[in-house]
């Protein structure tokens, strides 16, 4: 099952079925169903709604990784340090992953500051004990900048957010680290170690779509960071974001189709077939195959495209046009717009924000779809 897209930023799309199907999300710009007959203008000029804010902060440090080569590492002697304060601003909409971890000595004593569900995670485990603390703090995925802080003495670990104590953990340790004149404080930046043999004290997507500027690691150089935004751009974050995702045209995703189910009723106890697919979406580019179903042999299905000359968003089954629906020029006037597409009881149903649209689809084809849907999904 292929979607395909012009280039578009997508707030939430929900897909629900009473079937079980694997998803592939291909976002493409341009190659449009045959009903456009060729004619369209593939211009991403003329068909530009929007211009994208592509500013990048010039000390703003990206902290995802794509692979185990770009994890952000640092390492200090701990016989040298005089602090163990760390300090940075820190913005993301992600729910879900580790800021930083760290550990004195190797990997039998640690500990990670984290987001879980939006908010803040400590957990820590060393000869004395393990621990772990969740879901404290304000909601640090709204994309607003934050200052947070970190700092341990002999008995205590305090975690701030904009000069707040939101973490006051007490601890107690036996082998003062003073005495380990060759032990090290090693800092990973958004993710665990590289081959890392860390058990969590409780799962965890550790991978981070974040942003960090302004930081300071127990009052150490950590110059290598700086390193890492002078030799790659693509470390530099971007000065304007928002929640959502943007699909610039290109690449693919692939989903279990169980992430998208409505229903947990058996299969069997089902009477009616329904498919549902619902955008919040702001195009970029509004001219081309928002999503397209393919089923064996890469056969046309179903598409759902916008044509900017008319303007409206047309539905296709089997390269049959069955469906058009007008969407206004506040499609390109940086606003979000719902587009909801249902097929359910040999009818197909579009909506706008400014039309709905009901098709009557023929029984043979409504029954050739579901098949399909629910062939595919048992492969």
């Not at 640090?140 to 341990?152: C, I, N, Q, T």
């Not at 993710?191 to 409780?202: E, K």
């Not at 009881?345 to 009901?358: A, D, F, I, W």
């Amino acid at each position: 099952t292929l979607f395909r897209s012009p280039s578009t930023c997508i707030m939430k799309t929900i897909i629900t079925s009473r079937a079980i199907l694997t998803l592939i999300i291909l976002l493409q710009y341009g190659n449009l169903s045959e009903e456009s007959n060729g004619k369209q203008d593939l211009d991403p000029v003329k068909n530009s709604c929007v211009r994208l804010q592509t500013a990048r902060l010039e000390n703003g440090l990206y902290l995802g990784n794509e692979d185990n080569e770009n994890i952000l590492f640092m390492e200090f002697p701990l016989s040298k340090l005089t602090s163990y304060l760390s300090s940075f601003d820190f913005r993301t909409f992600d729910s879900e992953g580790v800021i930083f971890y760290g550990d004195i000595g190797g990997e039998e004593n640690w500990f990670i500051l984290a987001l879980r569900d939006k908010n803040l995670e400590v957990q820590m485990s060393n000869d004395d004990g393990q621990m772990l603390l969740s879901k404290w703090g304000p909601n640090m995925s709204d994309g607003k900048w934050r200052k947070v802080s970190v700092d341990r003495n002999a008995s205590t670990i305090e975690v701030k957010v904009d000069s707040e104590v939101v973490i006051n953990l007490m601890h107690y340790v036996k082998k003062p680290y003073s005495g380990q004149s060759d032990w090290k404080l090693r800092i990973v930046v958004g993710d665990l170690p590289t081959n890392s043999s860390i058990q969590l004290l409780r799962p965890l997507n550790t991978a981070l779509d974040a942003c960090m500027r302004h930081w300071s690691w127990v009052q150490e150089d950590a110059s290598i960071l700086t390193s890492v935004l002078e030799s790659n751009e693509h470390r530099h974050c971007f000065e304007h974001e928002e929640a959502g995702a943007y699909f610039p045209g290109n690449g693919y995703a692939e989903f279990k189709l169980a992430t998208f189910l409505s229903s947990g009723r058996d299969e069997e106890k089902q009477t009616e077939w329904t498919l549902t697919a619902m955008f919040f979406l702001r195009p970029v580019v509004f001219s081309g195959i928002l999503f397209a179903i393919h089923g064996e042999n890469d056969t046309d299905v179903l598409s759902l495209s916008m044509d900017r000359l008319r303007p409206v968003f047309t539905v296709s089954l089997f390269g049959k046009m069955l469906s058009t629906a007008q969407f206004t020029l506040e499609a390109c006037t940086y606003h979000w717009m719902q587009v909801l597409l249902t097929l359910r009881n040999n009818q197909l149903v579009l909506k706008t924000p400014v039309t709905y649209s009901v098709s009557e689809l023929s029984a043979d084809d409504f029954y050739n779809l579901e098949k399909i849907w629910r062939k595919i999904g048992r492969a």
